[in-house]
Each structure stands twice: as structure tokens, then as C-alpha cells.
């Protein structure tokens, strides 16, 4: 009996390990969706309220996974919607597969409705395999080396179908000159550096009195592996944002955070350290790690592309994060003087006060770091957090301590608005037995995540841990560019650009099916949220928080106090208590004396 190439696709897939695709339908794509409903068992279809939801959550899927994350489109605006979500993955080095549509073969080049040059738009996001079927026999090939590649190289794919092709007759290649017959089949390598090398690395960090350590995505499977090596060295160790669950936080040299988002402790051991031990992390902000020359620097990374292009090495070990520490360890020498790590305890130690006492500064209505401080100690075992772009994100980098077992992410190089709601239900499909809690700012609800709530109440049910909460931070404010145009630029408040409508985020939720909880006192905020993780359905948190809590770098430098106290002479439309208590904090940091 004859398949089409539709059914075919499904089935190679279905092959390869896909068992989920996320996506929204069209003609264009018809074909694909009609061999999917053909073949029930074989791939879950996952229905998103927009394809760039649908590539964010492909991206959370391939994070939370490990495995391949696969979304599907039409062709034109269907595709094009993919965009930004195909590029948090690529810019995060996560394995996606995308599945496109494009207009019939005898329209193409006529300027066809829906025909775009999608190779062409494609090639940056996908420019390590993106290809469109021709002929039927194409097929096989295309879906075996376009999925190799993108959990091979941890890439992004693109797969594109002309509608007519996808409902041909499908033809296994002819065996002649001009066919190729591919298979199905991947194993991960072991990738570890030469002894040389290992023995090159191990000679700089025993060298090494301070060392400081530096983990990010890339070593989120090596936590036992980075505490072995951070016991041996004496060192501390930050985390990368995208490394956030690497270490648990209750390690008392683990110092946090680290950059614009970062904690003292963090700039701190950076600062004061001879040696740096970069793992996994691809951490872009070069003036929080130590000046050049004065700290000596080992990385290892999976990828050689991203080995000293933060900081000049002196050693670049290309491998797995894991099997390289392994490799490490027996080379590395006990440090038996301790005062560097003791020294680090206490930059850690001295860091939560000062987050302690930021979160319960005097705010109105309620202080936006007082909604995580109250959240880290309740947070369930094996939660999975996430968090959007903006001041939150602030918030969930500093204020939340990890445990064991916990996952986190956002979208990182890219850090796009609108990632946090997507990527939280990606999480329970990946995961439908933990719980599960997004942070996202009233910017980003209102750009797109309000609508994909709907999505949330579709799925729910499959959900065997009914634990699903979005806390939304309304502050009436695209509050990190406000700060930033304070800051960073010495402008006030743009009210045009910045200001954006207050929304009843928690009474929308109460109307398609979720619970609502509605908190403007500091003092509820720890039982509001003993209240959200007691639901048996999903909830919306929504907490009014004060606009004019700053989201103060770990350091701030001469020039930030000088554009912030310019902006206060500019005139800027909050110029209240708060903001000169901001302004204190500020000049404290720069200024001789006690703060």
C-alpha cells in the first residue's frame, strides 16, 4: 500500500525518537498535519495560539529534555513567525528541528500568495541545514541529515514542503547515479581533550592561590563533577545565568548570579581572583570577569567557536563538560590553604544580607524582590522555573536559591521578551509530573503570553501534577529599559515608550479557567504564593509591584552615577522617595566612606 510524503515524514520522525511537535496549522502545511492525524500513536501534536510560541517551545523542550525539540508551520507568515523563537534556540545552542511549508512547486517564482524565498530567510537561523524537498525521493535524506545535524551540532534545522510534494506518492530513492540512501541512528561522542592538554590545564589552575570558577549551561549535567573540582582548588564558583541550576545555592561558595543581573559576591571573587576556570558558559559581558592579565584562565567548552572570546585563555580545552572535569580531577592537587575560599564564604555570606534587606525595603505597593525572596524558600522539590526578559529576570537570577533536582532556564543570548509562558508550558510537557512557575513581566503579558494562557487551559488535563503558576509583576512599566535609560544613558523616563496600560492579569485568567490571586500587601505575598502551590488548577499570581525598585548591577562604575544623577536633574516623572533612595544606593557604590 502506497504512503505520501507526508506520512512518510511522520513516520521517519517518529523514527528518529520525535514523539512531540508544536506548531499551528495551514495549508501550506496540510499535508504533514493530515499524516499526523492518519497516524494518532505515532506524534503528539501540540496546539499553539502563534508558531513563534510554538518555536519557544521547541526550544524549552530541547532544554529540558535533551532531546530533539521539533515545531511545525505553513508556509508565508507561518513561517516567518518561527523566527525569533528558531533564534533563542540557535543563539542557546539548542537541537531544533522546524517543519515548513511553501507553496506548490509550478508557483514558486511567480510571487504567489503566501510564496516566500524561505531558504534565503532561513539560511542565518538554520545555516547549518536548511534544504526544500524537490522530489519525493529527497525525503528520506533530507530528515535523516537535517536531524543529525541538530542534535549533532546542537543547531537549528529547517525542513521545507512545497504543499503539492507533501501529497505525492512517496518514492524510496532509485538506486543509481544522483540517489543517496540514508539511515536512522545517532550516538552522542565522548569528547574529551588530549592528555597534553588535561596536564597543561591542571599545571595553571594548581598554580592558581584564588581561583574562581565560572559554570553555565553546559555543564548542567557535571554538578558533581564542578563541586570535586571547586573542593580540590579551593575555589568559588558563579553561575551564568543559563547555568542557574547547575549548583544548588545552598553550597556556601557558591557566590550566585553573575553580570548585569549578577550578585556582589560574584564581581567580587571576579575581581580579586589569579585564576579562572571557565566551563560550559558562554557568559557575553566581558567587564564582569577580571581584568585581562590579571588572572591566568583555563575554559572548556563542547563548542571550539566559543573558547576564549570572553576572556583571553591560556588554556582552551575542547570537550564535554562532565567527562573533562573527570579527566581534570586526578590532576588537580588538594589546596590545603583555605583563606581564599573562607574569603569567598564571606563575599557570599555579606551578598545575602544585602538581598535580604533590598527584598524587604520599603516599596509601593509591594517591593518586586520581596515576591521571589518569599517564593525561593517555598519552592517545591523538583520545580522548573522559568523567567522572561525584563526586571524579573532580575529578580529570578538573585533571589531564588536552587536545590538539587530543580531545572531553570529563559531564553539567554537572545533574551527575548515573551519566552517565559511558552517555555513554562513546554516544561510540563516535557515534564507533566513537577511543578512548574514562570516569572514574566506585564510587558511581556501583554506583548504575547496572555493569549497562550489559552493554550495552558487546552492541556491542562494531561498534566499529571496540576502545579502550573505564571506570577505576573504589574508594574504599569517596561521597567529594565526604564532603568536603563536612567542608568545607562543619564535620560529620564521616556513616558511615551515606557508606560504601558494596567491590566487585570489575574481576572483574566479566572475567565478561561485558572485561578486568579491578586496581591498589592507585602505582607501576603508569602501566603499568596502558599495559597498558588496549594491549587489544584493552574493559577495566575498577579502582584503590584513598585516601578521605582531599581534592578542595581552588582557594581556600579563612575559614569552609571554621573547618567543617573544627570537624569535626576533632567527631571524624571518618579522623582519620589524611592528614587532618591535609589540614588543613595548609587553613589554609595561609588563614593569613599560608609554606605
Not at 512517496?170 to 588530549?194: D, I, L, M, N
Not at 576564549?308 to 585563555?313: A, E, F, G, K, L
Not at 498534566?463 to 505576573?472: A, E, L, R, S
Request: aromatic share 8%.
Amino acid at each position: 500500500m502506497s504512503i505520501t510524503v507526508g506520512d512518510f515524514i511522520i513516520e521517519r520522525l517518529h523514527a528518529w525518537g520525535v514523539r512531540k511537535i508544536f506548531g499551528y496549522p495551514g495549508d501550506g502545511i496540510n499535508g504533514v498535519f493530515g499524516a499526523m492525524n492518519r497516524a494518532p500513536d505515532k506524534i503528539e501534536f501540540i496546539q499553539t495560539r502563534h508558531e513563534e510560541m510554538a518555536a519557544f517551545m521547541a526550544s524549552a523542550y530541547a532544554k529540558f529534555t535533551g532531546e530533539l525539540g521539533v515545531c511545525i508551520a505553513t508556509s508565508g507568515p507561518g513561517a516567518s513567525h518561527l523566527l525569533t523563537g528558531l533564534y533563542d534556540a540557535r543563539l542557546d545552542h539548542q537541537p531544533v528541528l522546524a517543519l515548513v511549508g511553501q507553496q506548490a512547486r509550478t508557483a514558486l517564482g511567480a510571487h504567489y500568495q503566501q510564496e516566500l524565498d524561505l531558504n534565503s530567510m532561513f539560511k542565518d537561523v538554520a545555516g547549518a541545514f536548511v534544504e526544500t524537498a524537490a522530489t519525493p525521493p529527497q525525503v528520506r535524506h533530507m530528515i535523516d541529515r537535517g536531524v543529525r545535524t541538530a542534535i549533532g551540532e546542537r543547531k537549528v534545522a529547517v525542513l521545507i514542503f512545497p504543499n503539492d510534494v507533501q501529497e505525492l506518492d512517496y518514492e524510496e530513492p532509485p538506486r543509481k547515479h544522483g540517489a543517496v540512501f540514508s539511515g536512522v541512528g545517532y550516538s552522542k561522542p565522548k569528547v574529551v581533550p588530549y592528555d597534553e592538554d588535561l596536564r597543561r590545564a591542571a599545571d595553571v589552575l594548581n598554580a592558581g592561590s584564588r581561583v574562581a570558577m565560572l559554570v553555565g549551561a553546559g555543564a548542567l549535567g557535571a554538578t558533581d563533577e564542578v563541586i570535586e573540582v571547586a573542593q580540590k582548588l579551593g575555589a568559588g564558583c558563579a553561575k551564568a545565568l543559563l547555568g542557574k541550576a547547575t549548583l544548588p545555592d545552598e553550597l556556601p561558595w557558591v557566590t550566585g548570579s553573575i553580570g548585569l543581573l549578577g550578585t556582589e559576591a560574584s564581581y567580587k571573587m571576579m575581581m580579586e581572583c589569579d585564576t579562572l576556570l571557565m566551563v560550559g558558559s558562554g557568559f557575553p559581558y566581558s567587564e564582569f570577569l577580571p581584568k585581562p592579565g590579571d588572572a591566568r584562565g583555563v575554559q572548556i567548552d563542547i563548542k571550539p567557536d566559543m573558547l576564549s572570546i570572553r576572556y583571553p585563555m591560556e588554556v582552551n580545552l575542547v570537550g564535554d563538560a562532565k567527562e573533562t572535569l573527570k579527566a581534570l580531577l586526578p590532576l588537580l592537587r588538594e589546596k590545603a590553604e583555605r583563606g581564599w575560599r573562607a574569603k569567598v564564604e564571606g563575599f557570599v555570606t555579606d551578598s545575602w544580607k544585602v538581598l535580604e534587606e533590598r527584598a524587604h525595603a520599603h516599596a509601593s505597593p509591594v517591593n518586586p524582590q520581596r515576591v521571589t525572596w518569599e517564593l525561593s524558600p517555598r519552592l517545591p522539590d523538583g520545580v522548573i522555573l522559568t523567567s522572561d526578559s525584563g526586571s524579573c529576570a532580575n529578580w529570578y537570577a538573585r533571589d531564588l536559591k536552587i536545590r538539587r533536582g530543580m531545572m531553570a532556564s529563559l531564553s539567554g543570548g537572545l533574551a527575548s521578551m515573551g519566552a517565559a509562558v511558552p517555555y513554562a508550558i513546554a516544561a510540563k510537557f516535557a515534564h507533566p509530573d513537577r511543578p512548574v512557575i514562570a516569572l514574566v513581566g506585564d510587558g511581556a503579558m501583554q506583548m504575547n503570553n496572555m493569549a497562550e494562557l489559552i493554550t495552558v487551559t487546552k492541556y491542562r488535563q494531561l498534566w499529571t501534577n496540576p502545579q502550573w503558576i505564571v506570577c505576573v509583576f504589574n508594574n504599569e512599566d517596561l521597567n529594565q529599559v526604564t532603568w536603563e535609560q536612567r542608568v545607562m544613558e543619564g535620560d529620564p523616563k521616556f513616558v511615551a515608550s515606557q508606560q504601558i496600560p494596567n491590566v487585570a492579569y489575574h481576572k483574566f485568567g479566572e475567565l478561561i479557567g485558572f485561578k486568579g490571586i491578586y496581591v498589592d500587601d507585602p505582607e501576603k505575598m508569602g501566603a499568596a504564593w502558599d495559597e498558588a502551590l496549594a491549587s489544584s488548577v493552574p493559577v495566575v499570581l498577579e502582584v503590584k509591584t513598585d516601578p521605582e525598585v531599581a534592578p542595581l548591577p552588582p557594581h556600579i562604575t563612575v559614569q552609571q552615577a554621573r547618567n543617573f544623577m544627570s537624569m535626576l536633574m533632567k527631571g524624571d516623572e518618579r522623582e519620589g522617595s524611592i528614587l532618591k533612595d535609589t540614588a543613595r544606593q548609587i553613589l554609595s557604590a561609588v563614593l569613599p566612606g560608609d554606605k
